[in-house]
């Protein structure tokens, strides 16, 4: 990863944004079919890679640190 992204995103928050992402991302192909859809690449895209830029600007890490398998 890059320099002062470490994973800040723990397990169950990374399932359901990958979930909630696919969710989205499939309202391009079913169900109104707009562009929209692609809005649910953010959330795919965090979860998969386990870094929310966000999370820093606001201080949340639900990644927990003492338990190697959390993250």
């Not at 992204?5 to 707009?34: C, E, F, H, I």
């Not at 859809?37 to 830029?53: K, Q």
């Not at 820093?56 to 639900?62: D, H, K």
Request: overall charge positive; glycine content about 12%; aromatic content about 6%.
């Amino acid at each position: 990863m890059f320099r002062g992204m470490q994973k800040n995103t723990g397990t169950l928050d990374r399932t359901l944004r990958v979930v909630v992402g696919l969710a989205v991302l499939s309202l391009t192909v079913v169900g109104p079919q707009t562009m929209w859809g692609l809005l649910g690449l953010v959330p795919l895209l965090t979860g998969l890679v386990g870094y929310c830029p966000l999370y820093p600007l606001v201080g949340v890490n639900t990644c927990c640190a003492t338990k190697k398998s959390c993250c």
